[in-house]
């Protein structure tokens, strides 16, 4: 067996004409969800906010001090509302070593059980952050004067999509009948 490459020789024309079979495909944006928009944009705000803040300060040599306050509370919503889009794909931290080891029908309880503790753990954050937001929710952010409140809604409104998507997932988990734990190939393609 010989392991030299065979190259077949072609013509720049031919090249060209390659490029003019292909049908250009428009883009697929089916597998985003409000909350990915939802943190897009906030990011989008907090990008400009950094860039502005250093701009004022490098360059004009006098910063904006509300910049960096603004930066710091947009990371607050991108952190907590894109978590919401890492509850959809399942892609949070998870441990699926033990799932490896165990039976079909003790590593379905178990899944299930995780999925239970996770729904009940966000509605429970739900009832602690709007707690917070009735005893803090009035005070004043520190240079531009805003209510608090409008970040510890955002960081409300990012784990009701947790909670809702982790219902989601669940019910998907239960229908399926197998959850990323059990069968993680599955989910990533690798799984034939």
Partial sequence: MSTVEVHKQI??????????DEVPKGADLSGYAPEDWLAL???????LSVFLQFFTRYVLNDSYAW???I??????GVV???SAMCVRLSRHIQVDLLF??????????LS???DLIRIAFFGYAIKLVWQFIQIIGDERMTTIKFQ?????YAVLLGFVLMFARSIQIAVENWRRGYSILERPGAFDGTEG
């Avoid at 944009?41 to 990008?47: E, P, R």
């Avoid at 930066?71 to 607050?76: D, F, G, K, N």
């Fill in 11 to 20: 013509t720049a024309d031919e090249i060209a004409h390659t490029f003019e």
């Fill in 41 to 47: 944009v906030i990011f989008w705000i907090m990008a």
């Fill in 112 to 114: 299930t059980v995780i």
């Fill in 80 to 82: 907590f509302i894109g």
């Fill in 100 to 109: 490896r080891y165990l039976p079909h029908l003790p590593a379905r309880a």
């Fill in 148 to 152: 608090k409140g409008f970040v510890y």
């Fill in 67 to 69: 910049t960096e306050e």
């Fill in 71 to 76: 930066a710091t509370y947009c990371l607050i």
